[in-house]
């Protein structure tokens, strides 16, 4: 299995590039106000030398994300796939920094061997790689996907630092674990998950008499943590409003009944994984489960398997320790879902959770890989049962995002597909026109633009990407006698409004109404 190893690793990454990278620019539809911001962000931080650790607009977000797309935009220019790139880029890492984990948290233990490690490592790493969960939000451009790539390479290097009882490794996990707080707000709570693994590891080292070794290495990722995450934690002291302002509004606790909230939210995200998933078209297949319900079978064995090895200290006491690690994740990891009461159950919150829900489902293939083997004579039997399962999924996963759900409807709107056209429509216009966008559509006001409403940044975005600037003219619709046009124009409201068009032609009387399926626009050529 050990020489198999490197072939079947560098198939597994080649579908994770697959499934992230395949028709990029076409797949999401649209382009989300909520990444568009991102862009200009990365652009406008770029080009002033203004990096932040904290954005504050459209209710706050770390920086991580947006450093990395203006890295993007130095190297491949201001795009829509400047930034899908990242977020792609992001998760191929993140399924070998999954198989990295899983290998080392079940590597050389008296229960499973380096062979069997390799095997779950790969069943993990491929359920990833072909997840539809994880798939999507590799292709979005939200800042959430940074999450499960800091988790899987903080713990393995946290595991690895423990084993070999290296320094490096340790310095490497206080590195990663340190860059978390920068990426995404559920982040916090993975502090929580940091005692189901100091604790254990304490009682392993003081039953070698290696305290003083542990307390090195365990002072060491607390150092270089605390260092990596100061300058964010500064900025929070300084502007405690930004620390909680994205979390308050849905959070249960502003509830009416706080504990009905909690058990219904709790119940919802457990029941996510087999039975009713996100309903949000823009996060899932609304309403289907977040596993392929072979792969959801096989999470649940995984989960009772890791619950079962967790309490053998006695017979393995760094195996029971690998195991407490990864239930202990998987719950504090779902905190930051179930402590909410909006769009539940909400697979983007829980994004944390995707790592050992993965490392679940391979223990569970595992656990059936053990018994065909014990059963069946051949092994080229087990192969070909494997093989053929695998495919299965392969080719479920791939349907149901690229043909399935990528050409509904309600996934166009849900990326405000319209906005892209918008967008594309007043970039095909001659220079010298006047452009005016009037942002009738609801949203969370952004103050670098005037306070105007969210859906303004994609079109924002898209002129930039052209033009390196805005330089359409944007308005609320109580400001449009403020329009000026005095040959040629456009007026674009993000909302086809007849009443609006209708005022403007008392304005502009030698102006016409252009409309598609997607917009109405007043052209204007005097």
């Known amino acids: 299995m050990i020489k198999k190893e490197i072939p079947c690793l560098i198939l597994v990454l080649f579908l994770a590039g697959f499934f992230r990278f395949w028709k990029l620019n076409e797949i999401p539809p649209g382009l989300y106000p909520d990444v568009a911001i991102n862009g200009n962000e990365a652009f406008f931080s770029l080009k002033n030398k203004d990096f932040k650790v904290f954005y504050p607009e459209n209710y706050g977000r770390e920086g991580l994300m947006i450093w990395l797309i203006a890295l993007s935009f130095k190297i491949f220019g201001v795009s829509i796939f400047s930034i899908r790139i990242v977020a792609a880029t992001i998760g191929v890492l993140t399924v070998f920094g999954l198989y990295l984990l899983t290998k080392e948290l079940f590597y050389k233990s008296e229960i499973c061997n380096l062979q069997s490690s390799i095997k779950i490592a790969l069943f993990s790493s491929f359920f990833l790689a072909v997840s539809f969960w994880h798939t999507n939000f590799s292709r979005i451009g939200f800042r959430a996907i940074l999450l499960p790539f800091v988790l899987v390479f903080s713990f393995y290097f946290l595991f690895k630092a423990f084993r070999k009882k290296s320094i490096l490794n340790s310095i490497a996990a206080g590195i990663f674990f340190g860059l978390g707080f920068y990426t995404y707000t559920s982040f916090r709570v993975a502090v929580l998950i940091l005692p189901a693994i100091f604790i254990p590891f304490w009682l392993l080292y003081k039953r070698e008499k290696k305290q003083k070794k542990f307390f090195f290495l365990f002072l060491v990722f607390l150092f270089v943590t605390f260092f990596v995450a100061l300058p964010i934690g500064l900025y929070f002291l300084k502007n405690p409003q930004d620390f909680i302002s994205r979390a308050t509004p849905v959070s249960i606790f502003t509830a009416e009944n706080p504990l009905k909230e909690f058990l219904k939210s709790l119940i919802l995200h457990l029941g996510m994984f087999n039975f009713y998933g996100d309903p949000n078209w823009r996060h899932n297949f609304s309403g ?239």
Not at 354 to 375: D, H, R, T, W
Not at 378 to 390: D, E, G, N, R
Not at 402 to 419: G, H, M, P, Q
């Open 288 to 526: 289907k489960p977040m596993l392929f319900w072979p792969v959801g079978i096989l999470f649940l064995i995984g989960l009772f398997l890791a619950i079962k090895n967790s309490l053998k200290f006695q017979k393995n006491l760094q195996f029971a320790i690998c195991n407490l690690q990864l239930i202990t994740w998987f719950f504090v990891m779902l905190l930051p879902g179930i402590l909410t009461r909006e769009g539940l159950p909400h697979s983007l919150r829980v994004i944390g959770v995707i790592p050992p829900v993965f490392i679940f489902s391979g223990l569970g293939a595992f656990l059936i890989y053990q018994f065909l083997e014990n059963k069946l004579k051949s092994k080229w039997a087990v192969y070909l049962f494997f093989f053929f399962s695998f495919l299965l999924v392969l080719i479920f996963e791939f349907n149901k995002y690229f043909f399935v759900w990528a050409k509904r409807a309600e996934v166009k709107s849900e990326f405000t597909n319209e906005l892209l056209e918008m967008g594309n429509y007043l970039n095909s216009l001659p220079e010298n026109y006047e452009k005016y966008v009037i942002v009738n559509k609801s949203g969370e006001p952004v103050s670098w633009a005037k306070n105007l409403p969210m859906p303004a940044q994609t079109i924002m975005f898209l002129e930039i990407s052209k033009y390196g600037e805005i330089k359409n003219h944007y308005l609320l619709p109580k400001d449009i006698e403020k329009i000026k046009i005095e040959k040629r124009g456009v007026i674009l409201p993000l909302i086809c409004d007849f009443e609006l068009l209708e005022r403007l032609k008392n304005f502009f009387p030698e102006g016409k109404i252009k409309q598609t399926k997607d917009f109405c626009a007043y052209e204007i050529e005097k």
